[in-house]
């Protein structure tokens, strides 16, 4: 039986440190840090590495009035990304504030904990000094599990939680601690779109599986949920997002909850694939998504979803008509054509999204852009003579321009020289930046 990595996952009530604790463990500022209670709402996970061992730790929202369900809709949902951070870890940080013991929310908590039968580790925070260290009994009463007093902003007693952590991980199972591809960077796809697009039942077929709730009712998804393909040895992450309502409709509720993930999802992702319902065709919203995309250099597949409603074959070249006009400033996007409920060319997504990935990492080498150069320089019209093309990034493309002369710079000489980096070279679905330099 293949070995997989432990999860760890940190849970509590709202500001007791736990994105403070998150980021000291993992090293680096994954997760935001705030005094108000209740900044974080999204979980975040990395990988912690400690004496040649490394597990992935999950951040969690904090849980806040357990008793209520039902009144407040986003609560709700914070509590339930928490529960399934805790069914998916193996072991629990149980974090509590030393400064005001333990409070009935640290004991209802405690109940759940017991419930579930999890392996239990409580750490409390703000253990400042030595004494607050020693002066932990108070808070060894919601449990009988192993007490930890640490201090997240100070760092105080860090290596000793790591210890523990990892002598209680031995305990539960036999777990593969080499991290060998933690620290791997995988490519991210965002899956984004309207409501009721059929984004979540195209994220269930790219992996031939149902992970995410799948409804007829427009807004279903809530969360982004996250699974990985591969390719052969390639692999990526295919995040699902909520469906963005127009900026009217989204309000201060899960909305626009769900509009601010959306868009955090775009800018954490390599790729972003805009799903159409193919019956209703291209909205004002759509070209907002794909512009975002394209300003923040994301790389784009346009999906027409749902083609086995269409009757007839003029009706999809109508749509192949219309992304022509509306996206005539993105003429390098691949339009993808599918059925996410008959899975018809749903494999084509994945061969395209691995295609404009791999595009995406294009160079171009010094010699080849020389000739560019030359070439371009013989056909001027209008524009400066150019005096060097240098590629100075990819993932995504960046070149910068020097140039000759008195002409002034126009903004259509840099599209055409984009046009024509485009025609000589290999950058399909992905936005390329062009910086010029005096």
């Given at each position: 039986m293949q070995k997989r990595t432990a999860t760890v996952a940190i849970v509590g009530r709202p500001n007791v440190?736990?994105?403070?604790?998150f980021n000291r463990l993992v090293g680096k500022r994954s997760a935001i840090e705030a005094d108000i209670a209740g900044t974080?709402?999204?979980?975040?996970?990395?990988?912690v590495f400690w004496n040649k061992k490394s597990f992935d730790l999950i951040d969690t929202a904090g849980l806040a009035d357990l008793k209520n369900?039902?009144?407040d809709e986003l609560v709700d949902l914070i509590k339930d990304d928490v529960f399934e951070a805790m069914e998916l870890a193996d072991l629990v940080l149980f974090m509590t504030d030393y400064t005001e013991s333990a409070t009935d929310l640290d004991r209802q908590i405690a109940g759940l904990f017991r419930r579930a039968k999890k392996p239990v580790i409580i750490v409390v925070n703000k253990c400042d000094n030595l004494k607050r260290l020693e002066d932990i009994d108070n808070h060894k009463r919601l449990g009988n599990w192993p007490v930890v007093g640490v201090s997240a902003t100070l760092k105080k007693n860090l290596g000793d939680l790591l210890d523990i952590i990892l002598k209680e991980l031995k305990k539960i199972g036999n777990f593969d601690y080499t991290g060998q591809n933690l620290n791997r960077e995988i490519p991210k796809m965002a899956i984004v779109g309207r409501p009721n697009a059929g984004k979540s039942t195209l994220f269930n077929a790219l992996f031939g599986g149902q992970k995410a709730i799948v409804s007829s009712v427009p807004g279903t998804t809530r969360d982004a949920k996250q699974t990985t393909i591969g390719r052969g040895s390639e692999q990526m992450i295919i995040t699902d997002t909520a469906g963005v309502q127009r900026s009217k409709k989204s309000g201060r509720g899960v909305e626009k909850f769900s509009l601010i993930r959306t868009v955090k999802a775009i800018l954490d992702s390599d790729i972003v694939a805009l799903i159409v319902d193919a019956t209703e065709g291209i909205t004002a919203l759509d070209k907002k998504l794909a512009g975002y995309a394209s300003d923040n250099c994301r790389s784009l597949l346009l999906v027409?979803?749902?083609?086995?409603?269409?009757?007839?074959?003029n009706e999809k070249n109508n749509l192949i008509n219309q992304a022509q006009v509306e996206f005539n400033y993105l003429p390098y996007v691949p339009l993808i054509f599918v059925s996410a409920v008959s899975g018809e060319s749903v494999k084509v997504t994945i061969k395209q999204a691995f295609e404009v990935l791999n595009s995406r990492k294009t160079l171009v080498s010094e010699a080849e852009l020389v000739e560019l150069r030359d070439l371009l320089n013989k056909n001027l019209g209008q524009m400066p003579e150019l005096r060097s093309?240098?590629?100075?990034?990819?993932?995504p493309p960046e070149f910068s321009l020097t140039f000759k002369g008195p002409k002034k710079w126009h903004f259509s000489h840099t599209r055409f020289i984009e046009n024509r980096l485009r025609d000589?070279?290999?950058?399909?679905?992905?936005?390329?930046a062009i910086k010029i330099k005096d």
């Open positions: 440190g736990k994105s403070s604790l974080t709402r999204d979980r975040v996970c990395d990988s369900t039902g009144k027409f979803n749902k083609i086995d409603l269409l009757k007839t074959e093309i240098l590629q100075t990034g990819s993932n000589n070279f290999d950058f399909r679905g992905t936005p390329i």
